[in-house]
Structures are given as C-alpha cells and as structure tokens.
C-alpha cells in the first residue's frame, strides 16, 4: 500500500534537477542549470503574478508592444524554474532571462522539463540540497538529467 507523502512532489520541486547544457550542436559542455519543477514554490508564485498581470497586458493598445509585452512574460515565468546554475555570473532572474532570451532552445528545454512530475518524483533523482551555494562543489551532488 502506498503512503501519502509517496504523491508528494513540491519539496523536490523546489530542491530541482539538474540540466547538463549542449551547445546548439549538441556537444557536451561542463555547463548546467538547476531547475525546479512546476509544482515548486516559486513558479507557483510567479505563475499567480502572471496571471495577475494578463488583465493588464490585454489592455495594452499598441498591438506590438502587447505582444512583447506577453513574451517577456512566459520568459520571466521559464527563468522562475531556474534555482542555478555553473556559469561565473551570478544566477539572478536579469541574468537567467537575458540568457534564455539568447538561447531559446535551453529556454525551451526548461520549460519542457520542469513539467515533468515524475523527474521531481522519483527519489533517485532528488538528491539536490537547495541550500547548498550557487557555484560551489556541490553541483556533483546534483541528480543529472543527462
């Protein structure tokens, strides 16, 4: 028989995976990005505030501006999966969403991958600390997607 907290996702959620990056060739880098599942604290916050703000978007007359307006919102929504990552530069939501603006394809990536509940699920993938520091040793503790 299966216990509750079996069904339990949002902890690892918000502990995350990790992501190892390929260039856009697909060679293998020493790079990667910690994400957090959808069920997490944080995207669950961030989706609320998006959809708080869609009211004043569709308001927005100019239909251009409307649409960027709308673009830059699902970015700032795949950069709140992001917890961190192995690049020098600090792992802020600016330098998270400048990054993915530049590389869709991991935004895209991201997105696809923090949705799934079974990666955040499954204890052999859950070994990740969120407490342990952004650029520091402890990204080899990180359970790897790759």
């Known amino acids: 028989m299966h216990e509750m907290n079996e069904f339990f996702t949002r902890q690892k959620a918000n502990e995350g995976v990790r992501l190892p990056l390929t260039l856009p060739d697909g060679t293998k880098t020493e790079h990667f990005l910690v994400i957090r599942g959808i069920d997490s604290d944080a995207f669950r916050e961030a989706e609320t505030e998006a959809k708080r703000q869609a009211m004043e978007l569709s308001m927005i007359g100019d239909e251009e501006e409307k649409q960027q307006a709308i673009k830059d919102k699902k970015l700032s929504l795949v950069a709140s999966l ?65």
């Open 82 to 146: 992001v917890l961190d990552w192995s690049f020098e530069q600090a792992c802020s939501p600016e330098n998270v969403k400048a990054f993915l603006l530049e590389a869709p394809q991991i935004a895209d990536q991201v997105d696809q991958l923090a949705a799934r509940r079974a990666l955040f699920f499954d204890k052999r993938l859950s070994s990740f600390s969120g407490s342990q520091s952004a650029n520091g040793s402890s990204a080899k503790s990180r359970p790897d997607l790759g």
